[in-house]
């Protein structure tokens, strides 16, 4: 699913990334916790956070993501913005919150992790 | 080669770089006693498009392409540049960001523009559109081209290297408490470690696993450090910190016992998955821990035929 | 829709067997943030989390939740499983990720 699909399916705010929507993710995750997003997080898979600090920029640089989707209106700090601009993560923003927004976009067809990685 | 996501690194640039940097300096001037006709080679041959008006080192106007048109249709090739030049004249200076140029170039739509020495107020350069866009693109250019050489330096510095046994030591200061920071020993490491071309999945397990350890000092001691040593064979990872220390190792390390106060997991740490995951991610670890004293962890990752065999770990 | 039939369709793990199952699910909160559900989740409605420290109990007692989903095959610590049979608030485990429970029980809600 491209972020542009993304986007429309969440009412997202684009905060970094404008350039790269065509960008492709294949799953789903849904998670606050940062040891368990590095546990089990692939490269390919958008993390959907209710949780903005700095970490959660680290998390997904350290586990290579592309996309971090912030839910429930968290409107990141400049500091977070610099750091996702400065390690190339698209980071949006919904005010859905976390159960709307994996409905929706589960219904809309991506995948969740067990499901991927059969 | 232009790539998309370079259009985001331009917009920093037009903030970092200044006029100063993509102007042209070699300038032509003329005088305003000198005639139009003057400029007719002037124009041709030096292919510009408008030329500053010095008068004992002073701006005091500029005459462009369109004067010497209108001039040209008028018959009267004969006056002063000091009669036909535009007295009007809008500058830049020197140590002005880049962005100015671009919005004082969109906004009166003139195709050049002096710059002037913000102190002496002499001119110093001239700049278009043209200059700013190849500036850019250089710049760009530049700074793949140096991120390249780090990466081609890197990636050979073990083959440079005369020696029966080469290890590489790298270390990071580590701040406890501090949570803002926390992270940016891993991210210095991961940097280091792509420079040196080491395989994006091995790297992913060494940063993941560091990061964890560098968090556990953030979240339960005042500070630490942490040391990689790199051999062509593998990369080992001594984390030691002066915290509190760990009571029963064992139990600290079965997946969900945690000790982290509330504050932390709030902030999305400390559900007791920090050291499984380093686990997880490397082929050997070890942990000895004295209790107010601090905890000493150590973890290796395998670069050769070793580590191939990680089908124990799904990172 | 009842607490029940959410159980039976998702095939979820209920970990106090005998709690009561009647309870009318109104919607869901997905977090692992306790702050966050104490702030923004609302009665009736299932909490889905990673978290296992017996606080959750007492933030589902407090916000009146219809009851408590472990995902990613996280087992209660002993001490919250007591502590959910003495509050008698229904706590389930299943296998799959947040993700994919939250995609299922929306179908699941929204179909109703």
Known sequence: MTIKKIIKILNCQVIVGEDKLDTEVMVGCGCDLMSDVLAFIKPEAMLLTGLSNLQTIRTAEMSELKVVCLVRDKQPNNDIV??????????????????????KLYKSGLMGHTEYYK | MVEKRDITKVQELVYEMNVEQV???????????????????????????????????????????????????????????????????????????????????DR?????????????????????????????????????????????????????????????????????????????????????LRR???SPKLIRRVAIATYEAEMNIVVYAEGGEITARITPREIRIEVADDGQGI????????????????????LGFGAGMGLPNIKNCADVMNMESTVGKGTQLEFTIYLDERGKNDSQNNN | MILKTITEELGLEVKNAGVDLASDVTGAYVSDLLSDVIANSREGELWITLQVHPNIIAVA????????????????????????????????????????????????????
């Open chain 2, 108 to 192: 009166l739509g003139y195709g050049r523009f002096p710059v002037l020495d913000r102190k002496n107020r002499k001119l110093v350069g001239i700049i278009t559109k043209g200059d700013v866009i190849r500036g850019l693109l250089k710049k760009i250019e530049v700074d793949c081209h140096e991120e390249e050489i780090h990466r081609y330096r890197a990636s050979h510095v073990f083959e440079d290297i005369v020696a029966d046994k080469t290890t590489l030591t790298f270390q990071y200061e580590v701040v406890g408490k501090d949570f803002n920071k926390a992270g940016s020993a891993s991210s210095g490491l991961k940097k280091t």
């Open chain 2, 247 to 266: 009571t029963d190792v064992r139990k600290a390390m079965e997946p969900g016992y945690s000790t982290a106060p509330d504050w932390v997991r709030e």
């Open chain 3, 61 to 112: 007692t407090l916000k009146d939740l219809s009851g408590i989903i472990l995902v990613n095959g996280r087992q209660p610590e002993e001490k919250t499983l007591m502590k959910s049979v003495e509050e008698q608030i229904p706590l389930m485990s299943t296998g799959l990720p947040a993700f994919q429970l939250a995609g299922r029980l929306y179908r699941l809600v929204e179909e109703c």
């Open chain 2, 23 to 105: 102007m042209i300096k070699d300038i032509i001037t003329v005088g305003p006693n000198n005639l139009m006709s003057d400029l007719r080679d002037l124009l041709r041959n030096k292919r510009i498009s408008g030329v500053p008006v010095l008068e004992n080192d002073k701006l005091i106007g500029m005459v462009s392409i369109e004067d010497f048109i209108k001039c040209l249709a008028e018959g009267k090739m004969n006056s002063a540049i000091r009669d036909r030049m535009s007295c009007d004249v809008e500058v830049l200076y020197n140590d002005e960001p880049l962005v100015q140029a671009v919005e004082k170039l």
């Open chain 1, 82 to 103: 610099a750091l996702a601009r400065e390690k190339e993560i698209i980071l949006l923003a919904t005010s859905l919150p976390m159960f709307e927004a994996c409905g």
């Open chain 2, 196 to 198: 040196m071309g080491i």
